[in-house]
């Protein structure tokens, strides 16, 4: 067979809820080689269903933690007998899907620290984990825990202001304080507390890897001004947490150097750097290569945005953690639940099912709709929680109906209104060297990203996302290769393909959506409060 021509590169690993997937990249940011191990498909013994447990209570949530493990071994072992040449990986680092905890048991450092490069690591990690099912994002049972810690900081927006999110179920802290309430025995027997993040990261290290400021920022744990954790949310939690955890270290932290079992089993070269893991969405925004002003939406099921930012507000929707690539910056995530499934019944309604006629009505529509405003919540919203259709004429009158086309764009309108006065109720300032990234499915739609870029004022650029976390793992680990040089991460990424442009602002955008958008606000406002009076 011909000589593989030596390639250096780093390697980009990312733990999500329903595989672990790996990326090679080359240093002119090429992917090269992917892989990944699908829970349900190749781990069928643990008979999960989209990675994870769903309990009987319907609000417990768990995937079991020797699967992630089992998951690794498959994919080395898979790259081994591809002949993939393990000596000319440089670094790595990864993801590790948010909020998920591992709990390792006392004496397990031990055993890190001694693999024997004879055997798969699910072997020798058996008995490591005084819980073996780990909690995950997905769990909601931890309202009490929440209720409790929110109590212990002065409310909800006092932890907010904090932690940079009010209480969440699926948040960290909430779920240590759950096991601590009713599994006293196991938290006793547990030496360390893990993100799945740094729980990944150990694996490879050989030794505990120390939690990161961005992804620990969504445990409801950690100051994220100060970077350090909270001793009032650590103490409402569990007690002694603080050791379980470790200090926890900026994102761009080159950890410590791959385990000699990776060198002895796989061929890993003994210099290669492991740079601390962080969470799937910091990691995304690594690999989406967010710069200060530019904000990401994924337009997918739900609506996701991701957002820079250099002034955080913490307020009591959405997320702020701590910035992967820019240490003294923050980003945000926030989450729109009405996304495409109500694009899609809209479609149905008013463009019988088509999206050429959904696009043809946005088409023919003027910007600003005439005035006419609509708020389309099928379901309960999250970003803010208001529930069914509201919509109103240019003279703020509700109103029952509009016609097909204006309803089509007094619903597109509306959900981009919305993404702009909340991100910037988080602290988000649109620059005038912002761009928007646009991803997920209706980012092929070129006319409702028209509307996208004039409601921003910004130009939009479509890219895709698909590896994202990892490809941003890849990317974060080549900058850990620069660390201690200054080097920003910016410098490091400029190889990267660019984002395609698909569309810029129509001219004289900004003066109709400037006096759109404080209406959009009042009337959100009103909803949300029916008893106040109408808007002035
Ligand atoms: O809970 C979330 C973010 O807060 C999810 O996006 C998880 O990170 C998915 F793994």
Redesign the pocket.
């Known amino acids: 067979m011909a000589e593989r021509a030596a390639r250096r590169c780093c390697l980009g690993w990312d733990f ?2 329903q595989q672990v997937k790996v990326v090679a990249v080359d240093a002119e940011l090429n992917v090269f080689y992917e892989d990944s191990a699908h829970f349900d498909r190749d781990l069928q013994e643990f008979g999960t269903q989209g990675g994870v447990h769903v309990h009987e209570d319907g609000l417990t949530v768990t995937s079991p933690v020797l699967m992630w493990v089992q998951a690794l071994d498959i994919i080395l072992e898979r790259m081994k007998a591809s002949g993939f040449d393990f000596s000319q990986v440089l670094a790595l680092s990864g993801a590790g ?3 998920g905890s591992v709990y390792w048991k006392a004496g397990a450092s031990q055993v890190l620290r001694s693999l024997s490069p004879d055997l798969p690591l699910h072997k020798q990690l058996q008995a490591c984990f005084s819980i073996s099912d780990s909690p995950v ?1 997905m769990d909601s049972s931890t309202t009490a825990q929440c209720r409790q810690l929110e109590a212990a900081v002065g409310g909800a927006q006092a932890l907010s202001c904090l932690t940079g999110s009010r209480a969440y179920e ?1 948040f960290t802290g909430n779920q240590i304080a759950k096991i601590y309430q009713q599994n006293p025995e196991a938290y006793s027997h547990t030496e360390r507390i893990s993100l799945v993040s740094s729980f990944a990261a150990s694996l490879f290290l050989g030794s505990y890897s120390p939690i990161d400021c961005s992804d620990g920022s ?1 445990m409801n744990l950690l100051q994220i001004k100060d970077k350090v954790w909270s001793r009032v949310c650590l103490a409402a939690c569990a007690p002694h947490l603080e050791e379980k955890l470790g200090s926890p270290v900026p994102s761009c932290s080159v950890v410590g150097a791959i385990s000699s079992y990776y060198v002895q089993r796989y061929g890993f070269p003994p210099g290669c750097q492991v740079v601390a893991f962080t ?3 910091p990691a995304s925004l690594a690999g989406m290569r967010l710069e200060e002003g530019d904000i990401a939406v994924s337009l997918g099921t739900s609506d996701t945005l991701f957002l820079w930012l250099q002034e955080p507000m913490p307020a009591l929707e959405g ?1 702020i953690f701590c910035n992967p690539v820019g240490s003294q910056h923050y980003m945000a ?1 926030l989450c729109f639940k009405n996304g495409s499934l109500m694009r899609e019944k809209i479609r149905d309604e008013s463009a019988s099912c088509s999206w050429s006629e959904f696009s043809e009505a946005l088409r023919s529509t003027e910007m600003g709709n005439g005035g006419n405003l609509g708020f389309y919540f099928d379901v309960m919203e999250i970003t803010p929680e208001i529930i069914g259709r509201h919509r109103f004429s240019a003279e703020n009158h509700k109103v029952p109906a509009f016609p097909r086309d204006v309803e089509i764009r007094a619903l597109i309108e509306g959900q981009f209104m919305a993404k702009r006065i909340h991100a910037e109720g988080l602290g988000y300032r649109v620059m005038p060297k912002t761009k928007i990234l646009a991803t997920g499915g209706a980012s092929h739609n070129r006319d409702i990203l028209q509307v996208l870029a004039d409601v921003f004022g910004a130009p939009v650029y479509v890219i895709d996302t698909a590896n994202s976390a990892c490809v941003g793992s890849a990317y974060r680990a080549f900058h850990g290769l620069a660390a201690g040089t200054d080097v920003p991460f910016s410098e490091v990424v400029k190889l990267a393909p660019p984002p395609r442009l698909a569309a810029t602002p129509t001219p004289g955008a900004s003066q109709v959506y400037e006096a759109l958008l404080p209406r959009y606000a009042k009337l959100e406002q009103r909803i949300l409060s029916p008893t106040q009076g109408p808007p002035e």
Do not use: F
């Open positions: 999500s809820t899907q948010q909020h994002w699926r969504g969470g799937d969405n997320h995530l």
